[in-house]
């Protein structure tokens, strides 16, 4: 079995011991990452005159024709190997010689493991924030294509006030925008080179870490190096942030779980999202999306694990850090999938117009608009409130409607009322009378679609 060390050791290592400890067989995932550091610093190592640069060229050489099988997918890897640094530097020696046993010069598994995680990373947090943006963009296309539809809004799970169906679909994006910037200011805090750092207190070898990060891409080289091999912020971070957009996709899963129901019937989900019965057959399940609210959870527990995992350790590399891997890997993994199942579904949504026309018939949706009538005409908040209160309450009981009752009878319950106050008992009305900023006025929406439509296109 290849390892990277072992001249200090008198024996093998049990058996047992190497299938316990090994992480090849989920660290190769960062082989591509591996590969590009390493050539980043054989450059360097050759640039600095650390090594030779015939011996320099010949390990990039190399390098580069490991990073092509890679990409190919014809990259053997041996599943003997310790972990993923242990494979590439035996696959390089068996290409190029004893040239490769010089890479590892001025650098340590404990900061190559670090550079290798950040650019996997800072590739991961890009291709989500820009499948959140076509996400976004798709419940924009929905939102604009249903514009008009105006549906019951609810609180508790009970009807409140009707709001445009654009309007509730705009709060997704709202959600979404803050992962987004998340996502973002992650990415910034992961953007800092930490190879030279090495074991825990650099070299004195003469290295130059800033060449290093700009072959690489990054801002800036770390600046402690005892930080820099202790440092898993950034994961605990990415996995926080990935845990909140779960979150909020199992929200977004629930209303359409909800509102696809038998008794809400507001949409209908495209089949290909769906499943059916074993038994039962005239079902049409939702599993997609009840599995997306179901896999929020392991974005929850990735994280704790995280937190717990590191909550004890002292400063600075520890053999638990190698458990960082699985929880980050499966949470970027998840919620890439996510994120492309929900696309899916809000392009292939459609709405039960009929159904939401019958749903918004209802006069108790409008009561805080004639509330507010009253408080236009000069009635305080509370006289207001418990005049609409007392007047909803009697016509219910009596099983007649606000709309028909009679200039004298709506004179009863306030001497304020007229007969205009039926004009309010409109879904149209009830959305176009709003003028907050960020209300579901359509005039207020539009303007909201037009405002994402060229930040997300910009």
Not at 56 to 67: C, S, T
Not at 254 to 272: Q, Y
Request: net charge positive.
């Amino acid at each position: 079995m290849t390892k990277l060390w072992g001249s200090r050791f008198e024996g093998k290592t049990d058996s047992l011991a190497d299938k316990f400890s090994f992480s090849i067989t989920y660290d190769y995932r960062l082989a591509k990452y591996d590969v590009i550091g390493s050539i980043a610093h054989a450059r360097m190592l050759g640039k600095c005159k650390i090594i030779s640069q015939t011996d320099a060229k010949k390990i990039v050489y190399g390098l580069k024709k490991l990073e092509k099988q890679i990409d190919k997918g014809t990259f053997k890897f041996n599943q003997n190997a310790e972990d993923v640094h242990t494979d590439v530097q035996s696959a390089l020696k068996k290409l190029i010689g004893k040239a490769a046993d010089k890479l590892h010069t001025a650098r340590s598994r404990n900061d190559l493991i670090l550079l290798d995680m950040k650019l996997y990373c800072l590739v991961e947090l890009t291709a989500i924030i820009n499948a959140i943006a076509q996400l976004q963009k798709s419940i924009l296309k929905f939102a604009e294509k249903n514009k008009g539809v105006i549906i019951p809004a609810y609180t508790h799970l009970q009807k409140a006030q009707v709001v445009l169906l654009a309007h509730h679909m705009l709060a997704y994006v709202e959600m979404l925008e803050r992962d987004k910037t998340r996502l973002s200011d992650t990415f910034e805090r992961t953007d800092a080179m930490p190879l030279g750092s090495c074991a825990l207190s650099g070299t004195s070898l003469p290295i130059d870490r800033d060449y290093v990060a700009r072959e690489l891409g990054f801002i800036a080289a770390t600046r402690n190096s005892i930080d820099t091999v202790s440092d898993r912020d950034f994961i605990v971070e990415g996995l926080s942030n990935l845990a909140v957009l779960g979150m909020h996709f199992s929200r977004i899963a629930e209303d359409f779980i909800v509102w696809a129901t038998k008794e809400f019937n507001f949409i209908d989900i495209d089949w290909s999202l769906c499943t059916g019965s074993s038994i039962m057959p005239h079902k049409k399940n939702p599993d997609v999306l009840e599995l997306i609210r179901g896999e929020t959870a392991g974005l929850y527990s990735n994280l704790n694990e995280m937190l717990v995992l590191l909550k004890g350790l002292p400063l600075t590399y520890n053999r638990d850090m190698q458990l960082d891997k699985p929880p980050l890997f499966q949470s970027v993994e998840k919620a890439k999938d996510m994120i492309a199942l929900l696309t899916k579904l809000f392009a292939n949504l459609k709405v039960n117009k009929a159904v939401l026309h019958q749903r918004i018939n209802d006069e108790s949706l409008f009561s805080v608009d004639i509330m507010e009538y009253l408080i236009k005409k000069g009635l305080s908040y509370r006289e207001a409130h418990d005049i609409i209160g007392t007047m909803v309450k009697k016509c219910t009981d009596k099983g007649i409607k606000i709309a028909d009752l009679t200039k004298e009878q709506l004179k009863s319950h306030c001497p304020k009322f007229e007969l205009d106050v039926k004009k309010l008992l409109n879904p149209e009305m009830s959305v176009r009378i709003k003028q907050s900023s960020g209300s579901t006025n359509p005039a207020s929406v539009q303007k909201q679609i037009a405002k994402w439509k060229k930040l997300l296109h910009a």
